[in-house]
């Protein structure tokens, strides 16, 4: 009895361990700014985003070694999924003349650096 009752104890703390592999965000990027997330080693990780500006954003991914690629435009009220892969950063860009606000939800690799950039 004592054995399951560990190993029931052992799966709920698994269990609740995962939900906070998980973050979710309201984040405000400045006009012609850009919002990097994960310029550092890490995991893959997924990003849900929605644009709750009225302008369009620009996503793309970055590895940490270099380059570019994925762009991809978010309009107005568009949500977006994006798996990033380990050792990626996924760029937020804000290339209007006004500030621009994003929902993110985070699942994955939740160990990730936080910036902006111009």
Do not use: W
Request: charged share 20%; proline share 3%.
């Amino acid at each position: 009895m004592k054995k399951i009752i560990s190993i029931y104890a052992i799966i709920i703390l698994i269990t609740s361990c995962s939900m906070f592999k998980t973050v979710t965000s309201n984040t405000v990027i400045s006009p012609q700014n850009s919002f990097i997330l994960g310029n550092n080693e890490h995991g893959s990780f997924t990003v849900k985003l929605k644009n709750v500006s009225k302008n369009d954003v620009v996503l793309h991914r970055a590895p940490i070694a270099g380059g570019n690629h994925s762009y991809v435009t978010v309009k107005p009220t568009e949500t977006v999924k994006v798996n990033v892969e380990a050792n990626t950063a996924l760029i937020i860009e804000n290339k209007s003349n006004d500030t621009a606000s994003v929902d993110l939800y985070i699942k994955g690799d939740t160990g990730l650096s936080m910036g902006y950039k111009k």
